[in-house]
């Protein structure tokens, strides 16, 4: 089984190479997302969203990146923490929410038995 390695970046010349004119346009959209300027978040706030959504989406290279960015925008373990915290309980959120469709399912599949 493959594990995540920070080198595992250098295989985006591969895509670069295959979708030269899609990998410009992410890249330049990446970029200004995350720049220092033009933004009404700062970039603290932004990083400490990133870090949230990559912990949601599991995406190792992400949480690497921006827990590295946020250290450096100035963002304080307590924050990285707690925009972690904030992940989680909107995840297990989502798995509650999913079970109640799980619910209404069986319900559903039930009530045909019913009748």
């Not at 920070?6 to 190479?17: L, V």
């Not at 706030?45 to 450096?72: D, W």
């Not at 924050?79 to 297990?92: C, G």
Request: hydrophobic letters at 40%.
């Amino acid at each position: 089984m493959q594990h995540y390695d920070s080198h595992d970046a250098k295989y985006g010349r591969n895509i670069r190479k295959g979708a030269p004119d899609d990998f410009a346009t992410f890249a330049e959209w990446d970029k200004s997302v995350f720049s220092e300027e033009g933004h009404e978040l700062s970039k603290k706030t932004r990083e400490l969203i990133a870090i949230g959504v990559a912990a949601t989406t599991q995406c190792p290279h992400c949480i690497e990146a921006h827990s590295r960015a946020a250290q450096k925008a100035g963002a304080t373990e307590a924050e990285l923490s707690e925009a972690v915290m904030v992940a989680a309980a909107i995840r297990a959120g989502g798995a509650m929410t999913h079970g109640w469709m799980a619910m209404k399912f069986y319900e559903d599949e039930a009530s045909k038995d019913d009748s």
